[in-house]
Protein backbone atom coordinates (compact mmCIF):
# COMPACT_ATOMS: atom_id res chain seq x y z
CA UNK A 1 0.00 0.00 0.00
CA UNK A 2 1.12 3.04 -0.91
CA UNK A 3 0.30 6.30 0.81
CA UNK A 4 0.54 10.55 0.47
CA UNK A 5 -0.91 13.32 1.22
CA UNK A 6 -2.39 15.22 4.49
CA UNK A 7 -0.90 13.04 7.86
CA UNK A 8 -1.63 15.53 10.67
CA UNK A 9 -4.20 13.21 12.13
CA UNK A 10 -2.43 9.76 11.72
CA UNK A 11 -4.87 9.47 8.67
CA UNK A 12 -2.32 7.41 6.10
CA UNK A 13 -1.32 4.70 8.95
CA UNK A 14 2.37 5.51 8.85
CA UNK A 15 2.98 5.69 12.39
CA UNK A 16 4.62 8.34 14.15
CA UNK A 17 6.32 10.35 11.91
CA UNK A 18 7.67 13.85 11.92
CA UNK A 19 5.91 15.24 9.01
CA UNK A 20 2.31 16.35 8.85
CA UNK A 21 2.46 16.15 4.80
CA UNK A 22 3.69 13.32 2.59
CA UNK A 23 4.42 14.77 -0.51
CA UNK A 24 4.95 11.36 -2.57
CA UNK A 25 3.92 8.20 -2.31
CA UNK A 26 5.61 6.64 0.46
CA UNK A 27 5.36 2.43 1.59
CA UNK A 28 2.98 2.41 4.07
CA UNK A 29 5.03 -1.11 6.17
CA UNK A 30 2.02 -1.70 8.15
CA UNK A 31 0.25 -3.72 4.85
CA UNK A 32 3.30 -5.45 3.88
CA UNK A 33 2.32 -9.05 3.62
CA UNK A 34 -1.37 -8.37 4.10
CA UNK A 35 -4.00 -8.10 0.71
CA UNK A 36 -5.96 -4.81 1.46
CA UNK A 37 -9.73 -5.49 -0.19
CA UNK A 38 -11.23 -2.05 0.15
CA UNK A 39 -10.29 1.73 1.49
CA UNK A 40 -12.93 4.45 3.00
CA UNK A 41 -11.12 7.72 3.03
CA UNK A 42 -12.88 10.41 5.84
CA UNK A 43 -12.33 14.01 6.06
CA UNK A 44 -9.15 13.00 9.03
CA UNK A 45 -9.29 9.11 8.91
CA UNK A 46 -9.37 6.07 7.26
CA UNK A 47 -10.59 2.85 7.15
CA UNK A 48 -8.98 -0.51 5.57
CA UNK A 49 -10.61 -3.72 4.69
CA UNK A 50 -8.14 -7.00 4.76
CA UNK A 51 -8.98 -9.87 2.59
CA UNK A 52 -9.71 -12.03 5.98
CA UNK A 53 -12.28 -9.32 6.30
CA UNK A 54 -11.06 -7.72 9.31
CA UNK A 55 -11.25 -4.00 9.19
CA UNK A 56 -8.35 -1.28 10.29
CA UNK A 57 -8.68 2.40 10.80
CA UNK A 58 -6.50 5.43 12.12
CA UNK A 59 -6.41 8.82 12.34
CA UNK A 60 -8.72 11.54 13.77
CA UNK A 61 -11.18 10.13 16.86
CA UNK A 62 -12.26 12.65 17.84
CA UNK A 63 -16.07 11.48 17.69
CA UNK A 64 -15.31 7.71 17.67
CA UNK A 65 -15.15 7.35 14.10
CA UNK A 66 -12.23 4.96 14.52
CA UNK A 67 -14.57 2.49 16.38
CA UNK A 68 -11.88 1.96 19.01
CA UNK A 69 -9.89 3.46 21.56
CA UNK A 70 -6.06 2.47 20.40
CA UNK A 71 -2.88 4.61 18.47
CA UNK A 72 -4.24 6.79 16.02
CA UNK A 73 -1.21 7.07 14.15
CA UNK A 74 -0.98 3.05 12.98
CA UNK A 75 -3.91 1.09 11.36
CA UNK A 76 -5.74 -0.87 14.59
CA UNK A 77 -8.15 -3.17 14.12
CA UNK A 78 -11.33 -2.52 14.82
CA UNK A 79 -12.06 -5.97 17.46
CA UNK A 80 -15.80 -4.85 17.45
CA UNK A 81 -16.22 -6.41 14.24
CA UNK A 82 -14.50 -9.58 15.21
CA UNK A 83 -17.36 -11.89 14.44
CA UNK A 84 -18.09 -10.54 11.11
CA UNK A 85 -16.45 -10.63 7.88
CA UNK A 86 -16.34 -7.35 6.36
CA UNK A 87 -16.91 -6.93 2.86
CA UNK A 88 -16.64 -3.47 2.04
CA UNK A 89 -16.31 0.14 4.03
CA UNK A 90 -16.70 3.58 3.69
CA UNK A 91 -16.34 6.65 5.38
CA UNK A 92 -17.79 10.27 5.59
CA UNK A 93 -16.71 13.40 7.07
CA UNK A 94 -16.58 11.86 10.78
CA UNK A 95 -18.31 8.76 10.11
CA UNK A 96 -17.72 5.05 9.28
CA UNK A 97 -20.21 2.54 7.62
CA UNK A 98 -19.17 -1.41 7.20
CA UNK A 99 -20.83 -3.94 5.48
CA UNK A 100 -20.54 -7.75 5.99
CA UNK A 101 -20.30 -11.03 3.83
CA UNK A 102 -24.60 -11.29 4.98
CA UNK A 103 -25.80 -8.08 3.83
CA UNK A 104 -25.62 -6.62 7.08
CA UNK A 105 -24.54 -2.86 7.60
CA UNK A 106 -22.92 -1.53 11.16
CA UNK A 107 -22.30 2.06 11.34
CA UNK A 108 -20.06 4.71 14.01
CA UNK A 109 -18.55 7.68 14.80
CA UNK A 110 -20.84 11.01 14.38
CA UNK A 111 -24.17 10.45 14.59
CA UNK A 112 -25.61 13.94 15.15
CA UNK A 113 -27.62 14.20 11.70
CA UNK A 114 -28.85 10.74 11.56
CA UNK A 115 -26.15 9.68 9.60
CA UNK A 116 -25.51 6.60 11.41
CA UNK A 117 -29.14 5.76 10.40
CA UNK A 118 -29.73 4.29 14.62
CA UNK A 119 -32.71 6.11 14.44
CA UNK A 120 -31.44 8.84 17.04
CA UNK A 121 -29.11 12.07 16.78
CA UNK A 122 -26.48 10.61 19.00
CA UNK A 123 -23.07 13.02 19.00
CA UNK A 124 -21.10 10.19 18.44
CA UNK A 125 -20.89 6.04 18.60
CA UNK A 126 -17.67 5.05 19.43
CA UNK A 127 -18.65 1.36 18.96
CA UNK A 128 -19.81 -0.45 15.68
CA UNK A 129 -23.74 -1.06 15.78
CA UNK A 130 -25.76 -3.01 13.36
CA UNK A 131 -28.46 -0.51 11.74
CA UNK A 132 -31.34 -3.31 12.46
CA UNK A 133 -33.67 -1.40 10.49
CA UNK A 134 -32.16 -2.90 7.62
CA UNK A 135 -31.66 -6.05 9.22
CA UNK A 136 -34.30 -8.01 6.77
CA UNK A 137 -32.85 -6.23 4.00
CA UNK A 138 -29.34 -7.79 2.40
CA UNK A 139 -27.39 -4.50 1.73
CA UNK A 140 -24.43 -4.80 -1.28
CA UNK A 141 -22.83 -1.36 -1.77
CA UNK A 142 -22.57 1.32 0.69
CA UNK A 143 -21.30 5.36 0.11
CA UNK A 144 -21.30 7.70 2.69
CA UNK A 145 -21.57 11.61 1.85
CA UNK A 146 -20.19 13.56 4.45
CA UNK A 147 -23.03 13.41 6.81
CA UNK A 148 -25.45 11.64 4.96
CA UNK A 149 -25.64 7.78 3.69
CA UNK A 150 -26.65 5.30 1.15
CA UNK A 151 -27.46 1.86 0.32
CA UNK A 152 -27.81 -0.32 -2.23
CA UNK A 153 -29.75 -3.55 -1.95
CA UNK A 154 -29.36 -6.64 -3.42
CA UNK A 155 -32.87 -6.14 -5.17
CA UNK A 156 -31.99 -3.20 -6.65
CA UNK A 157 -33.37 -0.33 -4.24
CA UNK A 158 -31.64 2.81 -3.15
CA UNK A 159 -31.80 3.63 0.67
CA UNK A 160 -30.60 7.14 2.03
CA UNK A 161 -30.11 8.42 5.75
CA UNK A 162 -28.61 11.70 7.42
CA UNK A 163 -28.69 15.37 6.76
CA UNK A 164 -30.94 16.51 3.82
CA UNK A 165 -29.92 20.09 3.86
CA UNK A 166 -29.69 20.41 0.29
CA UNK A 167 -32.28 17.35 -0.90
CA UNK A 168 -28.94 15.01 -0.85
CA UNK A 169 -31.27 12.53 0.21
CA UNK A 170 -33.00 12.08 -2.65
CA UNK A 171 -36.58 11.87 -1.26
CA UNK A 172 -38.28 14.70 -2.54
CA UNK A 173 -38.04 17.11 0.06
CA UNK A 174 -34.91 18.77 1.78
CA UNK A 175 -34.69 20.40 4.95
CA UNK A 176 -34.95 17.67 8.30
CA UNK A 177 -32.36 15.02 8.82
CA UNK A 178 -33.77 11.44 8.58
CA UNK A 179 -32.16 9.18 11.17
CA UNK A 180 -33.35 5.72 9.52
CA UNK A 181 -32.97 4.12 6.11
CA UNK A 182 -35.43 5.22 3.74
CA UNK A 183 -36.25 3.93 0.03
CA UNK A 184 -36.11 6.59 -2.81
CA UNK A 185 -38.97 5.66 -4.45
CA UNK A 186 -38.54 7.68 -7.58
CA UNK A 187 -35.82 5.23 -8.23
CA UNK A 188 -37.34 2.24 -8.18
CA UNK A 189 -37.75 -0.50 -10.54
CA UNK A 190 -34.34 0.80 -11.79
CA UNK A 191 -31.52 -1.87 -12.23
CA UNK A 192 -28.15 0.06 -10.60
CA UNK A 193 -24.69 -1.16 -11.10
CA UNK A 194 -22.93 1.72 -8.65
CA UNK A 195 -23.98 4.38 -5.84
CA UNK A 196 -21.80 7.41 -4.88
CA UNK A 197 -22.25 10.57 -2.26
CA UNK A 198 -19.62 13.56 -2.07
CA UNK A 199 -20.18 16.37 -0.02
CA UNK A 200 -23.76 16.57 -0.25
CA UNK A 201 -24.41 15.26 -3.64
CA UNK A 202 -25.09 12.22 -4.57
CA UNK A 203 -25.51 9.71 -7.71
CA UNK A 204 -26.87 6.93 -8.92
CA UNK A 205 -25.72 4.47 -11.73
CA UNK A 206 -27.59 2.23 -13.99
CA UNK A 207 -26.39 -1.22 -15.56
CA UNK A 208 -27.20 0.37 -19.19
CA UNK A 209 -25.10 3.31 -17.98
CA UNK A 210 -27.54 6.20 -17.22
CA UNK A 211 -26.49 8.39 -14.18
CA UNK A 212 -29.00 9.79 -12.07
CA UNK A 213 -27.74 12.54 -9.51
CA UNK A 214 -29.14 14.83 -6.93
CA UNK A 215 -28.37 16.91 -4.08
CA UNK A 216 -26.54 20.12 -3.87
CA UNK A 217 -25.25 22.02 -6.78
CA UNK A 218 -24.07 24.95 -6.05
CA UNK A 219 -21.53 24.34 -8.31
CA UNK A 220 -22.63 22.62 -10.52
CA UNK A 221 -21.62 19.32 -9.70
CA UNK A 222 -24.79 17.05 -10.66
CA UNK A 223 -23.97 18.48 -14.14
CA UNK A 224 -27.41 19.43 -14.83
CA UNK A 225 -26.37 22.75 -17.17
CA UNK A 226 -27.71 25.08 -13.57
CA UNK A 227 -26.77 25.52 -10.16
CA UNK A 228 -30.48 24.75 -8.30
CA UNK A 229 -29.99 21.82 -5.82
CA UNK A 230 -32.07 18.56 -6.75
CA UNK A 231 -34.06 16.49 -3.42
CA UNK A 232 -35.15 14.07 -6.25
CA UNK A 233 -33.10 12.10 -8.71
CA UNK A 234 -32.41 13.75 -12.18
CA UNK A 235 -31.53 11.96 -15.50
CA UNK A 236 -28.04 13.40 -17.00
CA UNK A 237 -28.91 13.63 -20.62
CA UNK A 238 -25.75 14.99 -21.69
CA UNK A 239 -24.37 11.71 -20.89
CA UNK A 240 -26.60 9.45 -22.00
CA UNK A 241 -24.58 8.32 -24.93
CA UNK A 242 -21.00 7.99 -23.18
CA UNK A 243 -21.47 4.65 -21.62
CA UNK A 244 -20.22 5.94 -18.02
CA UNK A 245 -19.14 2.72 -16.06
CA UNK A 246 -18.39 4.22 -12.75
CA UNK A 247 -19.05 7.58 -11.05
CA UNK A 248 -16.75 9.44 -8.00
CA UNK A 249 -17.54 12.18 -6.19
CA UNK A 250 -15.51 14.75 -4.32
CA UNK A 251 -16.50 17.27 -2.36
CA UNK A 252 -18.39 19.87 -4.83
CA UNK A 253 -17.49 17.91 -8.08
CA UNK A 254 -17.65 14.83 -9.67
CA UNK A 255 -15.98 13.12 -12.13
CA UNK A 256 -17.09 9.80 -14.63
CA UNK A 257 -16.02 7.55 -16.09
CA UNK A 258 -16.65 6.04 -19.66
CA UNK A 259 -16.10 2.93 -21.09
CA UNK A 260 -13.77 4.09 -23.94
CA UNK A 261 -11.52 5.25 -20.87
CA UNK A 262 -12.11 8.46 -21.10
CA UNK A 263 -12.74 11.07 -18.19
CA UNK A 264 -15.75 13.67 -17.59
CA UNK A 265 -15.52 16.24 -14.89
CA UNK A 266 -18.01 18.96 -13.57
CA UNK A 267 -18.64 20.97 -10.79
CA UNK A 268 -16.30 23.44 -8.60
CA UNK A 269 -12.87 23.36 -10.12
CA UNK A 270 -11.18 26.78 -7.86
CA UNK A 271 -8.02 24.69 -7.17
CA UNK A 272 -7.79 23.03 -10.67
CA UNK A 273 -9.79 19.53 -9.62
CA UNK A 274 -11.69 19.44 -12.63
CA UNK A 275 -8.29 18.87 -14.93
CA UNK A 276 -9.16 21.54 -17.39
CA UNK A 277 -6.51 23.88 -17.07
CA UNK A 278 -8.46 26.80 -15.56
CA UNK A 279 -10.16 27.27 -12.18
CA UNK A 280 -13.64 27.72 -13.86
CA UNK A 281 -16.90 25.60 -12.00
CA UNK A 282 -18.20 23.66 -15.08
CA UNK A 283 -22.18 22.85 -14.63
CA UNK A 284 -21.81 20.47 -17.48
CA UNK A 285 -19.94 17.37 -17.99
CA UNK A 286 -16.53 18.05 -19.55
CA UNK A 287 -14.18 15.99 -20.69
CA UNK A 288 -10.90 16.06 -19.53
CA UNK A 289 -8.74 16.61 -22.73
CA UNK A 290 -5.54 16.59 -21.73
CA UNK A 291 -6.11 12.06 -21.16
CA UNK A 292 -7.13 12.18 -24.64
CA UNK A 293 -5.07 9.19 -26.21
CA UNK A 294 -5.16 7.71 -22.50
CA UNK A 295 -7.60 4.61 -21.56
CA UNK A 296 -8.17 5.68 -17.92
CA UNK A 297 -9.11 2.62 -16.23
CA UNK A 298 -9.88 4.21 -12.57
CA UNK A 299 -10.59 7.37 -10.96
CA UNK A 300 -11.11 8.50 -7.50
CA UNK A 301 -12.39 12.09 -5.72
CA UNK A 302 -10.79 13.49 -2.88
CA UNK A 303 -11.97 16.50 -1.36
CA UNK A 304 -10.71 19.01 -3.48
CA UNK A 305 -8.64 16.86 -5.63
CA UNK A 306 -8.63 13.92 -8.70
CA UNK A 307 -6.80 10.81 -9.41
CA UNK A 308 -6.74 8.87 -12.50
CA UNK A 309 -5.14 5.83 -13.87
CA UNK A 310 -3.92 4.45 -17.02
CA UNK A 311 -2.49 0.87 -16.59
CA UNK A 312 -1.26 0.99 -20.37
CA UNK A 313 1.74 3.10 -19.38
CA UNK A 314 1.14 2.41 -15.50
CA UNK A 315 1.26 5.94 -15.11
CA UNK A 316 -1.34 8.06 -12.51
CA UNK A 317 -2.22 11.78 -12.78
CA UNK A 318 -3.69 13.72 -10.26
CA UNK A 319 -5.15 17.63 -10.53
CA UNK A 320 -6.42 20.09 -7.99
CA UNK A 321 -5.66 21.18 -4.46
CA UNK A 322 -1.66 20.11 -3.67
CA UNK A 323 -1.67 21.86 -0.13
CA UNK A 324 -1.53 19.00 1.88
CA UNK A 325 0.37 16.59 -0.97
CA UNK A 326 -2.65 15.24 -1.64
CA UNK A 327 -1.35 14.91 -5.86
CA UNK A 328 1.57 13.04 -4.98
CA UNK A 329 3.39 15.56 -7.15
CA UNK A 330 6.55 16.53 -4.28
CA UNK A 331 4.99 19.77 -4.52
CA UNK A 332 2.58 21.75 -2.53
CA UNK A 333 1.76 23.61 -5.49
CA UNK A 334 -2.20 22.73 -7.03
CA UNK A 335 -2.53 21.77 -10.38
CA UNK A 336 -4.99 22.95 -13.12
CA UNK A 337 -4.63 20.11 -15.37
CA UNK A 338 -3.63 16.38 -15.14
CA UNK A 339 0.16 15.63 -13.84
CA UNK A 340 2.06 12.77 -13.03
CA UNK A 341 1.78 11.40 -9.44
CA UNK A 342 5.55 10.73 -8.67
CA UNK A 343 5.32 7.14 -8.12
CA UNK A 344 7.89 4.48 -7.37
CA UNK A 345 6.70 2.11 -10.19
CA UNK A 346 7.86 2.69 -14.01
CA UNK A 347 5.86 1.72 -16.33
CA UNK A 348 3.77 -0.46 -14.06
CA UNK A 349 6.45 -1.70 -12.42
CA UNK A 350 7.72 -1.02 -9.00
CA UNK A 351 11.35 0.83 -10.01
CA UNK A 352 13.58 -0.37 -7.15
CA UNK A 353 11.97 -4.13 -6.71
CA UNK A 354 12.99 -7.17 -8.46
CA UNK A 355 9.74 -8.51 -9.22
CA UNK A 356 7.31 -6.24 -11.01
CA UNK A 357 4.40 -4.60 -9.32
CA UNK A 358 1.42 -3.34 -10.65
CA UNK A 359 -1.01 -0.73 -9.40
CA UNK A 360 -4.63 -2.70 -8.68
CA UNK A 361 -6.41 -0.10 -7.35
CA UNK A 362 -6.17 3.52 -6.24
CA UNK A 363 -8.49 5.55 -3.41
CA UNK A 364 -8.71 9.36 -2.64
CA UNK A 365 -11.22 11.05 -0.15
CA UNK A 366 -10.21 14.09 2.22
CA UNK A 367 -6.82 15.05 1.86
CA UNK A 368 -4.93 11.68 1.65
CA UNK A 369 -4.49 9.30 -1.40
CA UNK A 370 -3.47 5.72 -1.69
CA UNK A 371 -2.40 3.36 -4.40
CA UNK A 372 -2.81 -0.59 -3.82
CA UNK A 373 -0.24 -2.54 -5.72
CA UNK A 374 0.81 -6.04 -6.31
CA UNK A 375 2.92 -8.50 -7.91
CA UNK A 376 2.58 -8.62 -11.62
CA UNK A 377 2.09 -12.74 -10.99
CA UNK A 378 -0.73 -11.80 -9.02
CA UNK A 379 -2.56 -9.32 -11.29
CA UNK A 380 -2.29 -11.51 -14.36
CA UNK A 381 -2.49 -8.10 -16.28
CA UNK A 382 -2.65 -4.65 -16.14
CA UNK A 383 -6.35 -4.47 -17.83
CA UNK A 384 -7.60 -6.89 -15.21
CA UNK A 385 -8.65 -3.68 -13.07
CA UNK A 386 -11.18 -3.93 -15.73
CA UNK A 387 -12.77 -7.24 -15.47
CA UNK A 388 -16.39 -7.95 -14.30
CA UNK A 389 -16.69 -8.06 -10.73
CA UNK A 390 -19.92 -9.39 -9.60
CA UNK A 391 -19.31 -8.31 -5.87
CA UNK A 392 -21.29 -5.22 -4.76
CA UNK A 393 -24.07 -5.97 -7.66
CA UNK A 394 -27.90 -6.09 -7.48
CA UNK A 395 -29.11 -9.62 -8.24
CA UNK A 396 -30.00 -10.40 -11.86
CA UNK A 397 -30.08 -13.84 -13.76
CA UNK A 398 -27.02 -15.03 -15.51
CA UNK A 399 -25.33 -17.85 -16.53
CA UNK A 400 -23.90 -18.84 -13.51
CA UNK A 401 -26.31 -18.44 -11.28
CA UNK A 402 -28.76 -20.35 -13.62
CA UNK A 403 -26.37 -23.34 -13.71
CA UNK A 404 -26.27 -22.89 -9.71
CA UNK A 405 -30.26 -22.72 -9.54
CA UNK A 406 -30.20 -26.32 -12.04
CA UNK A 407 -27.56 -27.94 -10.47
CA UNK A 408 -28.47 -28.45 -6.20
CA UNK A 409 -28.42 -31.69 -5.12
CA UNK A 410 -31.41 -33.78 -5.18
CA UNK A 411 -34.33 -32.96 -2.75
CA UNK A 412 -35.18 -29.84 -0.93
CA UNK A 413 -34.52 -26.69 -2.53
CA UNK A 414 -31.69 -25.21 -0.32
CA UNK A 415 -32.79 -21.60 1.24
CA UNK A 416 -29.99 -19.76 -0.41
CA UNK A 417 -31.66 -20.58 -4.14
CA UNK A 418 -35.14 -20.32 -2.55
CA UNK A 419 -34.15 -17.10 -1.46
CA UNK A 420 -32.04 -16.06 -4.57
CA UNK A 421 -35.62 -17.15 -6.58
CA UNK A 422 -37.45 -15.51 -4.52
CA UNK A 423 -35.24 -12.27 -5.01
CA UNK A 424 -35.18 -11.88 -8.58
CA UNK A 425 -38.78 -12.28 -9.20
CA UNK A 426 -39.90 -10.08 -6.79
CA UNK A 427 -37.86 -7.13 -7.79
CA UNK A 428 -38.56 -5.09 -10.95
CA UNK A 429 -34.93 -3.66 -10.17
CA UNK A 430 -33.37 -7.32 -10.96
CA UNK A 431 -35.94 -8.59 -13.31
CA UNK A 432 -35.37 -5.27 -15.49
CA UNK A 433 -31.16 -6.11 -15.21
CA UNK A 434 -31.40 -9.42 -16.18
CA UNK A 435 -33.24 -8.59 -19.31
CA UNK A 436 -30.96 -5.43 -20.64
CA UNK A 437 -29.85 -6.48 -23.72
CA UNK A 438 -26.21 -7.84 -23.27
CA UNK A 439 -24.86 -5.25 -25.69
CA UNK A 440 -26.35 -2.41 -22.79
CA UNK A 441 -24.79 -4.65 -20.02
CA UNK A 442 -21.28 -5.56 -21.28
CA UNK A 443 -19.68 -2.51 -20.43
CA UNK A 444 -21.36 -1.69 -17.19
CA UNK A 445 -19.62 -4.44 -15.92
CA UNK A 446 -16.08 -3.34 -16.18
CA UNK A 447 -15.10 -1.40 -13.35
Request: with cysteine; net charge positive.
Amino acid sequence: MLCWGNASYGQLGLGGIDEEIVVEPRVCEFFHGKQVCDVGCGRRHSAFLLQDGTVYTCGCNDLGQLGHEKSRKRPEQVVALDAQIIAAVSCGEAHTLALNDKGQLFSWGLGSDGQLGLNNLEECVRVPRNIKSLSDVQITQVACGYWHSHALSRGGQVFSWGQNRYGQLGLGLKGQSVTTPQIIQSLQGIPFAQISAGGAHSFALTLSGAVFGWGRNKFGQLGLNDTNDRSCPALLKSLRSQRVIYISCGEDHTAALTKEGGVFTFGAGGYGQLGHNSTNHEINPRKVFELMGSVVTQISCGRQHTLVFTPSSGKMDSFGLGGNGQLGTRSTCNRKSPAPVKSPWVAGALADSEKGCCVKRIYAGGDQSFAHYCTANILQSRDSVRKQDHHGRICTLNGDIIHKWLNHSPGRLPLEISNEIDLVFSSASCLNGSFLSRRSIAFSSLI
